[in-house]
């Protein structure tokens, strides 16, 4: 049996590896997810489907809002990046490691493409 990942588990670990990040659009978080399970040797599955988006910025509508075909975090200044590691708790380790690693390694990658 392999492990799940909700699109609302990406979407914390993005926005909590990226500071300065508050917006992902759904083609972005598509890359991301492949990007995380290419990192956890295809050993897991993803949930990003639009519905699945939707569905964990409405879970979650005090931190994120949908706007068009993105994500955006409402507040910068959210206790997020402190409260990451309870947020995955429930994730076994090497996703739980693989899923922040992938995190800060496709921000930093769009950072050198966008400069």
Not at 31 to 43: Q, T
Not at 55 to 73: G, H, N, T
Not at 94 to 109: F, G, L, M, P, R
């Amino acid at each position: 049996m392999c492990y799940t990942l909700s699109a609302e588990k990406i979407l914390l670990n993005y926005f909590a590896a990226g500071p300065k990040k508050t917006k992902i659009s759904f083609e972005e978080i598509a890359i991301l997810s492949c990007l995380i399970v290419k990192r956890c040797d295809n050993s897991i599955i993803t949930r990003i489907s639009v519905d699945d988006i939707r569905s964990a910025v409405y879970k979650r509508e005090s931190m994120f809002q949908l706007e068009s075909s993105s994500v955006i975090l409402k507040n910068k200044n959210s206790n997020l990046f402190d409260k990451i590691g309870i947020y995955n708790q429930a994730m076994p380790e090497y996703v739980k490691d693989k899923c922040v690693n992938a995190c800060h390694e496709y921000i930093s990658t769009k950072r050198r493409k966008d400069l």
